[in-house]
């Protein structure tokens, strides 16, 4: 397979062949060495504050620093717009979801795409509640598909109503391309506010803003080579003149007294405090590297894309999200009778970073109906060679890993003795890989749950899949999970419950037995309240 890649050596990280297959850009990407070497000098040699000094050093800093905006708006042909710095997408939106006015607001509800990120969302969910607004999410075909059909549905919902839309470029769960220029067309047209999250496009693509007439546009630098830490808010001058400053303090004022301010102009007026000038100088050899390559880029990485939707395609139990055309790059995907974050734990042992979860997007998964999928995204460092290398490590962990595909799991197993020897070999076990096994193979002693007895009212959110847990009529606890690996944790649990007298000590427990130390933040938020309720109703 062809490993050449023009882009590969210019990240430090491809320097080592011990790192693993870096398969996560949508979650962050890799460093430029120009954006480090930018940073470095800036921090050894060049380093003062802006705005605040007449010496050279400080003038020069601040010169660098405001050249950056004038960068970004020529790279995104937004010269009639304000750019705006901020600590990323996430504080961008929130800048803009507090400073809108009741005047700004022609129509009565928000519109939302049901792919969007957390931080599309909650923003909105506070405005829609401070100004008794509804919130309408635009709704996409099963699996994640966007077509035609979803177009003309979401135009048609852009009606006299609305009051404000908020799309991202680009899904960060399934890679598709959202056509956010018709959007904001049709946003227009009915004097409704446009929103766009160009997080996981700027990278990928060339983006216009004169094409799309959004009102803001926002990004992250840390998905587009850059640092983390950073971003920028790219809005229209009127619609910016209009909002109010989100944080206050120093530098964001024109002039102040003890009892009242009067804020600067923006973008200074939504600057407030010293800010993350080193990230900033950064972030332009970001944007000199992705102008001057985007195209090769574009064509790398579709070359990628073809070749892993090919992959992933040829095994029927696998359950692909998303478009498989029209896509950035990204492709999510899930086993329908595997557990799936026992894949991703044993692709990262094999050396393939790749994100398991529910990608900050949990209203959408309710509304597909699984737990959380798998997610590869590639970057323009990715080679034909990473994708056949995360195939083929793939298809050895699928047929090395214990698969459960039954409903109600395994032959239910009734020695102790034997349990306890498990569990004993789990406070021995010295790796996740084979405490996991033995987790497994513990699994065999949980009382399951009957599906038809597992409902809403049973049913836990958390621990990155889904659990039930239910007492039967002799007093006895039952549960149930679609991963093999929560079946075990749950048979721990239950089984240490009678030694482990309170909740603390069921966490140390766990502690002692080496096993909360390998939990992700979801599943440790799971387990704790799996505990709770437990021992609420012991």
Same mark, same amino acid.
């Given at each position: 397979?062809?490993?050449?890649?023009v882009?590969?050596?210019?990240?430090?990280?491809?320097?080592s062949?011990?790192?693993?297959?870096?398969?996560?850009?949508?979650?962050?990407?890799q460093?430029?060495?120009?954006?480090?070497?930018?940073?470095?000098?800036f921090?050894?040699?060049?380093?003062?504050?802006?705005?605040?000094?007449?010496?050279?050093?400080?003038?020069?800093?601040?010169?660098?620093?405001?050249?950056?905006?004038?960068?970004i708006?020529?790279?995104?042909?937004a010269?009639?717009?304000d750019v705006?710095?901020t600590?990323?997408?996430?504080?961008?939106l929130?800048i803009?979801?507090?400073?809108? #006015?009741?005047?700004?607001?022609?129509?009565?509800?928000?519109?939302?795409?049901?792919?969007e990120?957390?931080?599309?969302?909650?923003?909105?969910?506070?405005?829609?509640?401070?100004?008794?607004?509804?919130?309408?999410?635009?709704?996409?075909?099963?699996?994640?598909?966007?077509d035609?059909?979803?177009?003309?549905?979401?135009?048609?919902?852009?009606d006299?109503t609305?009051?404000?839309?908020?799309?991202?470029h680009?899904?960060?769960?399934?890679?598709?391309?959202?056509?956010?220029d018709?959007?904001?067309?049709k946003?227009?047209?009915?004097?409704?506010?446009s929103?766009?999250?160009g997080?996981?496009a700027v990278?990928?693509k060339?983006?216009?803003?004169?094409?799309i007439?959004?009102?803001?546009y926002? /990004?992250?630098?840390h998905?587009?080579y850059?640092s983390?830490g950073?971003?920028?808010?790219v809005?229209?001058?009127?619609f910016m003149?209009?909002?109010?400053p989100?944080s206050?303090?120093?530098?964001?004022?024109?002039?102040?007294? /003890?009892t009242?301010?009067?804020?600067?102009?923006?973008p200074?007026?939504f600057?407030?405090?010293?800010p993350?000038?080193?990230?900033?100088?950064g972030?332009?050899?970001?944007?000199?590297?992705?102008?001057e390559?985007?195209?090769?880029?574009?064509?790398?990485?579709n070359?990628?894309?073809?070749?892993?939707?090919?992959?992933?395609? #040829?095994?029927r139990?696998?359950?692909?999200?998303?478009?498989?055309?029209?896509?950035?790059?990204?492709?999510? /995907?899930?086993?329908?009778?595997?557990?799936n974050?026992?894949?991703a734990?044993?692709?990262?042992?094999?050396?393939?970073?790749?994100?398991?979860? #529910?990608?900050?997007?949990?209203?959408?998964?309710?509304?597909?109906?699984?737990?959380?999928?798998?997610?590869?995204?590639?970057?323009?460092?990715?080679?034909?060679?990473?994708i056949?290398?995360?195939?083929k490590?793939?298809?050895?962990?699928?047929?090395?890993?214990?698969?459960?595909?039954?409903?109600?799991?395994?032959?239910?197993?009734?020695?102790?003795?034997?349990?306890?020897?498990?569990?004993?070999?789990?406070?021995l076990?010295?790796?996740?890989?084979?405490?996991n096994r033995?987790?497994m193979?513990?699994?065999?002693?949980?009382?399951l749950?009957?599906?038809?007895e597992?409902?809403?009212?049973?049913k836990?959110?958390?621990?990155e899949?889904?659990?039930?847990?239910d007492?039967?009529?002799?007093?006895?606890?039952?549960?149930?999970?679609?991963?093999?690996?929560?079946?075990?944790?749950?048979a721990?649990?239950l089984?240490k419950?009678?030694d482990?007298?309170?909740?603390?000590?069921m #966490?140390?427990?766990l502690?002692?037995?080496?096993?909360?130390?390998y939990?992700?933040?979801?599943?440790?938020?799971?387990?704790?309240?799996i505990?709770?309720?437990?021992?609420?109703?012991v």
């Amino acid at each position: 397979m062809q490993t050449n890649n023009v882009f590969r050596t210019r990240f430090p990280y491809f320097s080592s062949k011990d790192n693993p297959i870096y398969l996560d850009t949508a979650a962050t990407s890799q460093k430029l060495q120009s954006v480090i070497d930018r940073e470095y000098m800036f921090v050894t040699s060049q380093y003062a504050s802006v705005h605040r000094a007449m010496y050279s050093t400080a003038t020069e800093a601040t010169q660098e620093y405001e050249n950056v905006r004038l960068d970004i708006a020529r790279w995104l042909n937004a010269i009639d717009h304000d750019v705006v710095f901020t600590s990323g997408a996430t504080h961008a939106l929130n800048i803009v979801a507090n400073g809108i #006015q009741p005047v700004q607001l022609k129509g009565t509800k928000i519109l939302i795409c049901e792919s969007e990120h957390h931080a599309n969302i909650l923003p909105w969910q506070a405005l829609a509640k401070k100004y008794s607004l509804q919130i309408e999410v635009l709704r996409l075909k099963p699996n994640g598909i966007f077509d035609e059909d979803c177009l003309e549905q979401w135009l048609s919902t852009i009606d006299d109503t609305c009051a404000l839309i908020a799309c991202a470029h680009v899904s960060n769960v399934f890679g598709n391309i959202y056509p956010v220029d018709l959007l904001c067309k049709k946003a227009k047209q009915v004097n409704a506010i446009s929103i766009i999250d160009g997080t996981q496009a700027v990278a990928h693509k060339k983006v216009d803003l004169s094409q799309i007439d959004c009102d803001c546009y926002v /990004f992250s630098g840390h998905k587009m080579y850059a640092s983390t830490g950073v971003g920028a808010l790219v809005g229209k001058q009127v619609f910016m003149s209009t909002l109010a400053p989100y944080s206050v303090g120093g530098e964001m004022v024109a002039s102040a007294s /003890f009892t009242s301010y009067t804020a600067q102009s923006s973008p200074l007026k939504f600057e407030a405090g010293t800010p993350n000038i080193t990230a900033v100088l950064g972030m332009a050899s970001a944007i000199d590297f992705l102008r001057e390559n985007v195209d090769e880029i574009d064509v790398m990485k579709n070359r990628c894309f073809a070749y892993l939707d090919e992959l992933l395609s #040829q095994n029927r139990n696998i359950r692909l999200l998303g478009n498989p055309h029209n896509n950035i790059g990204i492709r999510s /995907f899930y086993f329908r009778e595997i557990d799936n974050h026992q894949i991703a734990l044993q692709l990262w042992e094999r050396g393939i970073a790749l994100r398991y979860g #529910q990608h900050c997007a949990m209203p959408l998964f309710e509304n597909l109906g699984i737990t959380a999928c798998l997610r590869v995204s590639l970057g323009c460092y990715t080679t034909l060679d990473d994708i056949e290398s995360f195939a083929k490590t793939l298809a050895d962990v699928v047929k090395s890993s214990e698969i459960d595909t039954t409903s109600n799991g395994p032959k239910r197993l009734s020695n102790k003795n034997d349990a306890n020897a498990i569990i004993e070999k789990i406070k021995l076990a010295n790796d996740w890989a084979s405490k996991n096994r033995l987790l497994m193979h513990l699994s065999a002693f949980l009382s399951l749950l009957p599906e038809l007895e597992r409902s809403s009212e049973n049913k836990f959110n958390g621990c990155e899949s889904q659990v039930w847990i239910d007492k039967s009529q002799h007093n006895s606890w039952r549960a149930y999970s679609d991963s093999k690996t929560v079946r075990g944790l749950l048979a721990f649990i239950l089984l240490k419950l009678p030694d482990a007298k309170t909740k603390k000590s069921m #966490q140390d427990v766990l502690f002692d037995y080496g096993l909360d130390k390998y939990f992700s933040v979801g599943r440790k938020s799971g387990v704790a309240k799996i505990i709770e309720f437990l021992y609420d109703n012991v």
